[in-house]
Nanobody, 123 residues
Framework: QVQLVESGGGLVQAGGSLRLSCVAS????????VGWYRQAPGKQRELVAI???????NYADSVKGRFTISRDNSEHTVYLQMNSLEPEDTAVYYC?????????????????WGQGTQVTVHS
């Protein structure tokens, strides 16, 4: 089917930057909208940023002006550039992609989640 793998998380000081990557692999026909989500301990998973197949983007108010989502369709990769990180950004970050893929001779479309990558911001 399809696998999503996130990478790029780590430990960073407040004010620092990280770039997360989400790479999709498998029998992919096309990748439609892709979102980055995060889940902090004891909190619900929340949408951070989303990018459509056409490149339109939208952000949570808490990250506007600090985070940038982008995609490289040729590499089946979506990035999340995170600048001016704050301790409140500490969470596990997940990507979710709406993917059209082949299974046998038929094409299907559904959402897939990656396994997550930990981002820890210390003050």
């Amino acid at each position: 089917q399809v696998q999503l793998v996130e990478s790029g998380g780590g430990l960073v000081q407040a004010g620092g930057s990280l770039r997360l990557s989400c790479v999709a692999s498998g029998s992919i026909v096309s990748i439609n909208a892709v979102g980055w989500y995060r889940q902090a301990p004891g909190k619900q998973r929340e949408l951070v940023a989303i990018i459509t197949s056409g490149g339109s983007t939208n952000y949570a108010d808490s990250v506007k002006g600090r985070f940038t989502i982008s995609r490289d369709n040729s590499e089946h990769t979506v990035y999340l550039q995170m600048n001016s990180l704050e301790p409140e950004d500490t969470a596990v970050y997940y990507c979710n992609a709406d993917v059209t893929y082949y299974r046998g001779t038929a094409a299907y479309t559904r959402g897939f989640w990656g396994q997550g990558t930990q981002v820890t911001v210390h003050s």
